[in-house]
Nanobody, 131 residues
Framework: QVQLQESGGGSVQAGGSLRLSCVVS????????MGWFRQAPGKEREGVAT???????????VYIDSVKGRFTISQDGAKNTLYLQMKSLKPEDTAMYYC?????????????????????WGQGTQVTVSS
């Protein structure tokens, strides 16, 4: 059974930084698309960033326009951990952040700038940015 556990959320002022972590266990395949999603109150869950990994290889990250240049997704295969470094945070980044993993090429999950839901999710970590 695949399990994902996020951590690192918190409350920061606008312009601040946070680094989210997600430890993955129980995933037995070498290749995966790993991603971060977020859901703000009253809004639908949206994909934020993805990175494809395969036996130590990391593909080119993909981001939604609103976080480009501010967020960085990365992974540490030795630690089975996915990261999301967030800088220059804005109040509109306030949301519950979820990590996810899917046994597919990331390119098959993006459609017109939107990311399709993944099959495996964590419980989420809250990020609150105050102005």
């Amino acid at each position: 059974q695949v399990q994902l556990q996020e951590s690192g959320g918190g409350s920061v002022q606008a312009g601040g930084s946070l680094r989210l972590s997600c430890v993955v266990s129980g995933y037995t395949y070498s290749a995966a698309c790993m991603g971060w999603f977020r859901q703000a109150p009253g809004k639908e869950r949206e994909g934020v960033a993805t990175i494809y990994v395969d036996s130590g290889y990391s593909g080119i990250p993909v981001y939604i326009d609103s976080v480009k240049g501010r967020f960085t997704i990365s992974q540490d295969g030795a630690k089975n951990t996915l990261y999301l470094q967030m800088k220059s945070l804005k109040p509109e980044d306030t949301a519950m952040y979820y990590c996810a993993i899917e046994r597919r090429l990331c390119s098959t999950l993006w459609n017109g700038g939107s990311l399709a839901p993944f099959g495996n999710w964590g419980q989420g970590t809250q990020v609150t940015v105050s102005s």
